[in-house]
């Protein structure tokens, strides 16, 4: 078996993290992206090979001659369009070299999810193959929170806005939410690959705290009362949310439209009603107790690292 770890959206905010990650490892990583790009591939030093998420043959021919044993896909999925994925699993499931596969669920798993529609079928794809595959599930990425943690991810205010002082609570805010950074879940990753068989799922989480527990240590730390509102899961049912300072940069990111907001503001609505309705539920296998000796970032520590103690 080879030891070469495809990146499918490797270029973006997770896979990079996870190219950093496999790169300190023993196995050999490789991008996968819609287009070359020379000066990514200088920059990091790892192959990025053009891939035809259309052509399912072109995917089966990359796949086999560069032995990629395992594909682990960051393909973002905002659009809810999963068929640029199922052609990826059906071209590994065809592939004789390559036997895993990670899909880009990388979130919760609540039926209810803006995205449930499109991670279903990523998993029901992957049921109809012969590959060792399974799906983690870590929280909500920390990096959204920190400033001088480096991180690849693009920031998203979501329910909670740091640099505005702001925050728009899903229902009362005293259940517990989960969060891993980006750099850590790239690190429980590349120990994963390491074990010879896999589960169908895992859950992973660096820190749990509340919402009203993190407005309480950020408000004290940066000696400012925070804007705080409490979205209604009704209100958040009819896809509305109180608008954060911190979205505006996010409608840039889409290209500003209203179109754009409005589709933001009933993704983070979504998001919203199945952290309130308390869907958002850890309960194992967690690669946490597995892996015992990585030591990931807490919510306080990324607090201090915004210059809040
Ligand atoms: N739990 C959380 O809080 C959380 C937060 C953010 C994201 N996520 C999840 O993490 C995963 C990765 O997200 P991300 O933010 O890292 O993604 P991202 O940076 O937005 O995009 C990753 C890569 O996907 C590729 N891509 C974009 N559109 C594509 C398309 N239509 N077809 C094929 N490739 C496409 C691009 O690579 P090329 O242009 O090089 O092809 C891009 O660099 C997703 O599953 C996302 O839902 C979870």
Not at 36 to 52: F, K, R, Y
Not at 76 to 101: F, G, K, P
Request: include cysteine; aromatic fraction near 10%.
């Amino acid at each position: 078996m080879s030891h070469v770890v495809a990146v499918a959206g490797g270029s973006g905010g997770l896979g990079r993290a996870l190219v950093d990650a496999l790169k300190k490892s023993t196995y050999k990583s490789i991008i996968l992206a819609r287009q070359v790009n020379p000066s990514l591939e200088n920059a990091i030093g790892v192959p990025v090979l053009q891939a035809d998420y259309s052509d399912q043959d072109s995917l089966v021919q990359l796949l086999e001659s560069h032995k990629i044993d395992t594909v682990i896909s960051c393909i973002s999925n905002y659009d809810n369009s999963q068929s640029t994925e199922i052609n990826l699993i059906e071209a590994a499931e065809r592939a004789s070299v390559t036997h895993r596969y990670i899909p880009s669920i990388w979130s919760g798993q609540g039926k209810e999810s803006p995205f449930a529609a499109s991670r279903l079928a990523l998993l029901d794809a992957l049921n109809q193959t012969r590959l060792e595959w399974t799906a983690i599930f870590p929280g909500i990425f920390l990096d959204f929170y920190t400033l001088s943690v480096p991180s690849y991810t693009k920031k998203s205010a979501l329910a909670l806005d740091i640099e505005g002082n702001a925050a728009a609570i899903p229902g009362d805010g005293t259940y517990p939410v989960y969060f891993t950074h980006t750099a850590d879940l790239a690190t429980y990753t590349t120990a994963l690959l390491g074990l010879d068989h896999w589960g169908k799922k895992y859950f992973v989480y660096a820190d749990k705290m509340t919402w009203n527990e993190i407005i309480a240590v950020a408000e004290a730390a940066k000696g400012v009362k925070f804007n705080v509102a409490y979205d209604s899961v009704e209100m958040l049912k009819r896809g509305e949310i109180t608008e954060l300072p911190g979205h505006k940069a996010v409608y840039e990111q889409f290209f500003g439209s209203e179109e754009a907001k409005s589709l933001f503001q009933k993704v983070m609505a979504g998001v919203a009603v199945y952290m309130a309705e308390g869907q958002m539920v850890y309960e194992g296998p967690l690669l946490n107790e597995i892996f015992p000796s990585i030591t990931p970032l807490t919510v306080r520590e990324a607090l201090v690292g915004n210059g809040i103690v």
